[in-house]
């Protein structure tokens, strides 16, 4: 991924107001980004954890999306593996979660909202360089897929998953 500034990020959400765009907070090592290692930019909101964002670059320029983290609740939850349904690691309990987006413009002042179940830390690029392992490493389904293939895939999600949002 090409990095991004901060302003451009701002200017890019397309599910929120100005105003909710100018006060999600950016890691604090955003200026060390490894862009290079990034197929997508997401993260938690330090200051509201159930915050979080995602740009998502495009031929037309990037659109970043803010979401919403689902808390976890109920004894079951607590116990279960889970497999981010963009990059298709699988984690231990914790390691992926429901993120919600309200649907851009009318549709989502109203209400109204996707999800997907993406890793809980938003790292998926790293994930699927090898770079970052899950927590508790659990049985890994080798894949015939070379990693422009799976980058590919997992662009293809985000892609899809944006593309609900924005069509609204």
């Known amino acids: 991924?090409?990095?991004?500034?901060?302003?451009?990020?701002?200017?890019?959400?397309?599910?929120?107001?100005?105003?909710?765009?100018?006060?999600?907070?950016?890691?604090?090592?955003?200026r060390a980004t490894p862009w290079a290692d990034l197929d997508f930019y997401g993260w938690i909101d330090p200051a509201a954890p159930q915050r979080a964002a995602i740009v998502v670059p495009r031929d037309e320029g990037p659109v970043a999306v803010l979401l919403r983290k689902a808390e976890r609740t109920g004894a079951g939850s607590a116990a279960r593996s889970s497999m981010c349904q963009v990059c298709l690691t699988d984690h231990a309990a914790g390691g992926v979660s429901l993120f919600t987006a309200p649907l851009a413009?009318?549709?989502?002042?109203?209400?109204?909202?996707?999800?997907e179940y993406l890793c809980s830390d938003l790292a998926c690029s790293l994930y699927l360089r090898g770079k970052k392992r899950p927590k508790l490493r659990l049985v890994r389904f080798e894949e015939t897929l070379t990693l422009p293939e799976k980058i590919d895939r997992s662009l293809t999600k985000l892609s899809a998953f944006t593309s609900r949002i924005t069509a609204a």
């Open 105 to 115: 413009g009318a549709a989502g002042r109203n209400g109204n909202s996707v999800g």
């Open 1 to 30: 991924m090409e990095p991004i500034s901060e302003a451009t990020i701002r200017t890019s959400f397309v599910n929120c107001s100005k105003g909710e765009a100018s006060r999600i907070k950016l890691p604090a090592d955003f």
